[in-house]
Each structure stands twice: as C-alpha cells, then as structure tokens.
C-alpha cells in the first residue's frame, strides 16, 4: 500500500510564511504527477499546485507568485512554499499523488491533510 505523509501545517500571522511537506512509501513504481489540493470551510476542494516528475508546475491563480510547488524525486517527496499568506490561504490541505505501485495500475492517492490556518 501507499502512505502520503504531510507535515508543516499550522497557525501563522498574515503575511508569514509556511512550508508543507509531502513523502510518499510503499511499493512505488513510478511517481507521475505530485501535488497539493485544499479544502476551506464550506468549499470544495480545489488543486492548488502540481508537479509533474520532469518539473512541469501548474498553480491555481490564486496563489501564482505566493507559493511554489516543488519535489525531490529521489525522496518521493513533494514540497509547498507558502509566502505572503491570506487569511483565505486558511484550509486544510491535502497531498495528492498519481503514482503506479509495483504490479498494479496507476492510481490516484491522497494524503490525510494538514490544517493551515493564517489569522492574526
């Protein structure tokens, strides 16, 4: 089986910054697509940024010039960079990963997220 394991999620002040991570264990073949969704209260999920394993990124308008999304693919871990957080930035957020394990088809997985809040 997979485990998406995040970390650095919490409370910081408008303006602060944060640094989520994301490792990924198991069985893994290949990695193919790592990325990050949130969840306000409310709302529905939404992708914030993804990173294709040759480093291509996508990112949601709304965070284009705060966050950057990036991946050590040797460590199958993938990284946010939070600058210059909103108090809309609050959510949880939620690794996710295309991958494919050993003898099965790829297949969509998902972390267990990690609540960033930003309120002064």
């Known amino acids: 089986q997979v485990q998406l394991v995040e970390s650095g999620g919490g409370l910081v002040q408008p303006g602060g910054s944060l640094r989520l991570s994301c490792a990924a264990s198991?069985?893994?073949?290949?990695?193919?697509?790592m990325g990050w969704y949130r969840q306000g209260p409310g709302e529905q999920r939404e992708l914030v940024a993804a990173?294709?394993?040759?480093?291509?990124?996508n990112y949601a308008n709304s965070v284009k010039g705060r966050f950057t999304i990036s991946r050590d693919n040797a460590k199958n871990t993938v990284y946010l960079q939070m600058n210059s957080l909103k108090p809309e930035d609050t959510a949880v957020y939620y690794c996710?990963?295309?991958?494919?394990?050993?003898?099965?088809?790829?297949?969509?997985?998902w972390g267990q997220g990690t609540q960033v809040t930003v309120s002064s």
């Open positions: 198991g069985s893994i073949f290949s990695i193919y697509v």
């Open positions: 996710n990963a295309l991958l494919k394990l050993v003898g099965e088809s790829p297949n969509d997985y």
């Open positions: 990173i294709t394993s040759g480093g291509t990124t």
